[in-house]
């Protein structure tokens, strides 16, 4: 860290002076971005999933299921599921930025902007006013918190 500092001294007055000084503080970390791999659940159409749920092997025939292990039963439902979904809603590939929390950020910060956020979709959900009062109520907690 460099401290540059500048004092000028008032030709009338010499008790005062002026003090002015820059401070380099250290540099933010830049983000890392990656990419990573993620479901695309927006495009995932509840009505045709569930019909070909019903029509796979899961739900056609329960009785040979019964002959079944445990963990045949598990990787058959895992390869079920996993190609259903890739069939509905497959994996697409996003940049993901990681960047470090500030560190004023602590768990009571978290906690509230949690609490806020979830009165953010209650009132989006009901569009009752008493919802849309404990969401406004919350938010200024949360700004009080941050100053």
Same mark, same amino acid.
């Given at each position: 860290?460099?401290?540059? +500092? %500048?004092? !000028?001294?008032?030709? $009338? %007055?010499?008790? %005062? ?11 933010? $970390?830049? !983000? ?7 479901? !695309? ?17 899961? *739900?056609?025939?329960?009785?040979? $299921? ?22 509905? +809603?497959? $994996?697409?590939?996003?940049? %993901? ?9 602590? #768990?009571? *910060? *978290? ?13 989006? =959900? ?6 849309? =009062? #404990? ?7 949360? =700004?009080?918190?941050?100053?």
């Amino acid at each position: 860290m460099r401290r540059y +500092c %500048h004092i !000028a001294r008032s030709s $009338l %007055h010499d008790d %005062h002076a002026l003090v002015s000084f820059k401070v380099e503080g250290a540099k933010k $970390l830049p !983000a890392s971005v990656h990419p990573v791999q993620r479901r !695309a659940w927006s495009r995932l159409s509840h009505d045709t999933f569930a019909v070909d749920l019903q029509s796979s092997v899961l *739900c056609r025939d329960l009785d040979s $299921l019964s002959d079944m292990s445990v963990d045949e039963l598990v990787s058959l439902y895992d390869s079920t599921f996993t190609g259903l979904l890739d069939k509905h +809603c497959s $994996l697409v590939t996003v940049r %993901h930025k990681a960047q470090p929390m500030t560190p004023w950020f602590d #768990a009571e *910060c *978290c906690a509230t902007r949690r609490r806020v956020r979830a009165a953010e979709r209650r009132y989006k =959900r009901t569009f009752l006013e008493v919802d849309k =009062r #404990a969401w406004s109520t919350e938010r200024a907690g949360l =700004r009080a918190l941050y100053e």
